[in-house]
């Protein structure tokens, strides 16, 4: 949620952070603003609504002359989308200016103490606590404000800043929120993350949680909260610049679904060596593989519904007690940690709060932790004990897909690692399903030929009020990731059900043309799942079914049918999602909306 840009160098700022806004939009926004300073003052443009309305302001940037600024993308928490809340935000001098992402907890107590010294807010935002602490601090010396700060407030924040007494340096820090530093010949930058800057530099700083940074066109230099100085070495971002672009495709959606069988590929061949899986990353020893009692897999959205399919993945294959938890609920369940538990977070970003913290309670039990992640560097990965890749590739549309299929085919590769070692599937059987694993991506590809038949389809039913999913063991799994796409992009009411649960209260929902997605890939739950789609026929429904080549026979029964190609019983989720996620993604565009930043949502939840 939020994006920050900070510039300093050689160019005019005002066009960067535009541009580096630009490549932020993904994380869900409802207001933007730039500040600059342009040789005398601070200079700050900032509205409610999309960046488009922002540059047509500014026109592209060029009436905000300078050399250093700071740019936000705000997703409202305190106060509603305005131009007052909008970001950045002032002191009543004009002299500081700040840009935030988080959440400060004790805002309101702070707020009350500096209103009973004469402060003024404008805003009802808890950032602008920040730029009246600062100017509270403020002795001349930034670094020592902002240690002063930092000392003070509790909760996440990611900050750029600037001092009109400074103004050749940008300052930022972080706690719990992302940002990085990226550094170039023609000056430095601050990000909330890698597309924004990848345009100007591939040389990046991680910022470590607590760490503030001083930015000039030549210089930058790193501090902890204590004002000490660090040292920090570099990383060089590999990723084609090409790939956090659209390619000429409609949406970023339709491209990152087309790049799922890449993704899937790129996790899975490194770690497939002479017919046997090889996780080097994972760090574990035969004997440590063993001796695990339980897993808990916690996520949050989609990497949850990853981590449902897993549990079914890991207990069938491996025979490991697993439980799986939404990061928000796990963090105050008080969970129980036993002797050999293991705890899985998967992320995609790797800086969702929840999950975070969940990884941070985990440790603080001394449980061994395991981060499935896609952005490398990103919290999760750093904290995890150890840390397992997704290379999927940047992924910019806030709704997942080849980050989501990734992380399947992550705990894919762990169900059958931790299944031959533990000695409970036989030779044989691991050979089939190390077969079934690398024609995954084939597979994928010959669904995508598909798309047409979806799209007329998924036009049907643009008017739709409600839609239902129903499916049984892993098709269950799948069918709360289908309903999760269809809602979030198109704003149509969906809800997925174990379908044995349907006498259970819901199919009192089902009447004439309800259209019911009816996912039957398990062949042991076939017969029930065929049951299960007469009792809402017979009720009215419309029935969309999904299963395997071969099935015919649900022809008699659904309404449509859409087929997959043969795999292992385990792996379909990877199959069965394609087609409804194109489902999802052509009743978006058929009603019109904007697909890629659905409103309310972000693409990285770095608040709870």
Same mark, same amino acid.
């Given at each position: 949620m939020c994006g920050i840009v900070g510039y300093i160098g050689e160019h005019e700022a005002a066009p960067i952070l535009l541009d580096g806004l630009s490549k932020l939009e993904y994380r869900g926004y409802d207001s933007a603003g730039i500040a600059v300073y342009d040789g005398s003052e601070l200079r700050m443009e900032k509205v409610m609504g999309r960046l488009k309305v922002l540059e047509e302001l500014t026109h592209g940037g060029e009436t905000m002359k300078g050399t250093a600024g700071i740019g936000h993308t705000r997703w409202a928490t305190h106060g509603c989308p305005s131009d007052v809340n909008a970001h950045p935000h002032f002191n009543s001098?004009?002299?500081?200016?700040?840009?935030?992402?988080?959440?400060?907890?004790?805002?309101?107590?702070?707020?009350?103490?500096?209103?009973?010294?004469?402060?003024?807010?404008?805003? +009802?935002?808890?950032?602008e606590v920040l730029v009246h602490l600062l100017t509270e601090y403020y002795d001349g010396d930034p670094i020592s404000a902002?240690?002063?700060?930092?000392?003070?407030?509790?909760?996440?924040?990611?900050?750029?800043i600037m001092?009109?007494?400074?103004?050749?340096?940008?300052?930022?820090?972080?706690?719990?929120?992302?940002?990085?530093?990226?550094?170039s010949d023609k000056g430095n930058l601050i990000a909330s993350d890698v597309p924004a800057i990848l345009r100007y530099t591939r040389s990046v700083y991680y910022m470590e949680n607590e760490e503030i940074v001083c930015l000039s066109k030549e210089n930058i230099r790193f501090y902890n909260i204590d004002g000490d100085k660090l040292e920090k070495a570099p990383t060089t971002i590999d990723w084609d610049i090409d790939a956090a672009e659209k390619g000429g495709y409609e949406h970023f959606m339709l491209k990152e679904i087309y790049e799922e069988p890449k993704a899937v590929r790129d996790t899975i061949s490194p770690r497939l060596k002479d017919n046997d899986v090889v996780i080097e990353e994972l760090g574990m020893t035969d004997e440590e593989i063993r001796a695990i009692r339980k897993i808990d897999i916690v996520a949050c959205g989609s990497a949850y519904h990853a981590?449902?399919?897993?549990?079914? &993945?890991?207990?069938?294959?491996?025979?490991?007690?697993?439980? &799986?938890?939404?990061?928000?609920?796990?963090?105050?369940?008080?969970?129980?940690?036993?002797?050999?538990?293991?705890?899985?977070?998967?992320?995609q970003s790797g800086e969702t709060a929840d999950s975070l913290a969940a990884l941070r309670d985990a440790k603080e039990h001394g449980v061994r932790v395991l981060g499935i992640v896609n952005v490398v560097g990103s919290s999760i990965a750093r904290e995890?004990?150890?840390?397992?890749?997704?290379?999927?590739?940047?992924?910019?549309?806030?709704? $997942?897909?080849?980050?989501?299929?990734?992380?399947?085919?992550?705990?894919?590769?762990?169900?059958?690692?931790?299944?031959?070692?533990?000695? $409970?599937?036989?030779?044989?059987?691991?050979?089939?399903?190390?077969?079934?694993?690398?024609?995954?991506?084939?597979?994928?590809?010959?669904?995508?030929?598909?798309k047409e038949k979806i799209q007329r389809f998924a036009y049907r039913y643009l008017a739709a009020d409600h839609m239902f999913f129903i499916g049984r063991g892993i098709?269950?799994?799948?069918?709360?990731?289908?309903?999760?796409?269809?809602?979030?992009?198109?704003?149509?009411?969906?809800?997925?059900?174990?379908?044995?649960?349907?006498?259970?209260? $819901?199919?009192?929902?089902? +009447?004439?043309?309800?259209?019911? &997605?009816?996912?039957a890939t398990q062949e042991k739950l076939y017969p029930k799942t065929i049951s299960n789609i007469v009792e809402v026929k017979t009720r009215g429904a419309f029935v969309?079914?999904? $299963?395997?080549?071969?099935?015919?026979?649900? +022809?008699?029964?659904?309404d449509y049918v859409i087929y997959i190609p043969k795999t292992s019983s385990y792996f379909t989720n990877s199959l069965a999602i394609i087609p409804l996620q194109l489902f999802g993604y052509y009743v978006s565009v058929g009603r019109g909306l904007d697909v890629d930043k659905p409103r309310n949502l972000a693409k990285s939840v770095t608040v709870e």
């Open positions: 001098e004009h002299s500081i200016v700040v840009v935030h992402n988080g959440i400060i907890e004790n805002y309101g107590k702070l707020k009350r103490k500096l209103e009973a010294k004469g402060y003024e807010f404008l805003s +009802e935002t808890d950032t902002i240690e002063k700060v930092m000392h003070r407030v509790e909760g996440s924040y990611a900050l750029g001092f009109k007494d400074h103004p050749h340096h940008i300052y930022a820090a972080r706690k719990d929120s992302p940002l990085i530093v990226g550094a981590g449902v399919t897993g549990k079914y &993945v890991l207990e069938g294959m491996a025979r490991i007690p697993v439980e &799986v938890d939404l990061a928000s609920e796990f963090r105050y369940r008080d969970p129980i940690y036993e002797e050999g538990t293991m705890a899985i977070i998967i992320s995890a004990d150890n840390v397992m890749y997704t290379w999927a590739g940047p992924e910019i549309s806030v709704a $997942t897909t080849k980050a989501y299929s990734a992380q399947l085919a992550a705990l894919y590769l762990l169900a059958l690692k931790f299944a031959k070692v533990r000695g $409970t599937i036989s030779k044989e059987e691991f050979g089939q399903l190390q077969s079934d694993l690398i024609q995954l991506p084939e597979q994928i590809e010959t669904l995508l030929g598909m098709d269950y799994a799948i069918a709360l990731e289908g309903s999760l796409k269809l809602k979030e992009i198109s704003y149509v009411h969906s809800e997925a059900y174990a379908a044995g649960e349907l006498k259970h209260g $819901t199919i009192s929902l089902i +009447e004439d043309e309800t259209l019911v &997605v009816a996912v969309m079914a999904l $299963t395997n080549f071969g099935h015919k026979e649900i +022809e008699k029964n659904a």
